[in-house]
């Protein structure tokens, strides 16, 4: 009875309204800090657990790759790429580091080098193909050459090899199978060259300041009516 005469009271004031109620916002979920920094410092392996595995396995073969053929090679000079991919690959996954689950799953995940071999709009399978119908002369002699270098290196590592020729024969042949890897890149950088020198040469015709076009000369030529 009271509260309803203070309302009709012209003086009254409302109490305020009781704030609302908020919920706390739950806690962003993250992917382990610890274990993105230990698989941050293997090239590649960061960004599979952020769950980019086409840029992980990218970035992991790219890495193995050139080990492999710096040791098959034996061109040392090649791990100087190595320093660069691996902080590359660091420094990539150490910036993921604070996103959260559903932000990494929004990360564009892509194979390396992407846009430079047209692979985004093509399967990968069809430009390769593409490329071995191109080059199949070129990829059948580097099967022959490898399987022949394979079929050297097994009799010269042979005990039967070396026991039938003289040691200086045996010693000459052992000598050149471990140096035949290490022509191959050589040998591709020098075809290359020849077929960019090549290349060059069929550009078109130059012209330069004296020079008149033909369609010009034919435009003069002509009769005019």
Known sequence: MNNINNMN????????????VY???PPKQTKNKFLTFVFALIPGAGQMYHGLMKRGISLMTLFVGIIAVAVFTYISA???????????????TINRMHMTVEELACQKDEYLFNEQFDLKNMKAGIKLEGLLSKRRLFLGWAVIGFSVWLIFKIFSNNYFLYSIIPDKVYAVILRVTDLMPSLVI??????????????SGLSGVRYDEYTVPDNTRENSDSPKN
């Open 23 to 25: 919920a706390a916002p």
């Open 78 to 92: 090649l791990i100087v790429f190595l320093p660069a991919i691996w902080f590359y690959s660091f420094f990539d």
């Open 9 to 20: 009271n012209p003086n009254y004031v409302p109490p305020r309204p009781a704030p609302p």
């Open 186 to 199: 050589p040998a591709i950088c020098i075809a290359v060259g020849v077929k960019l020198i090549r290349g």
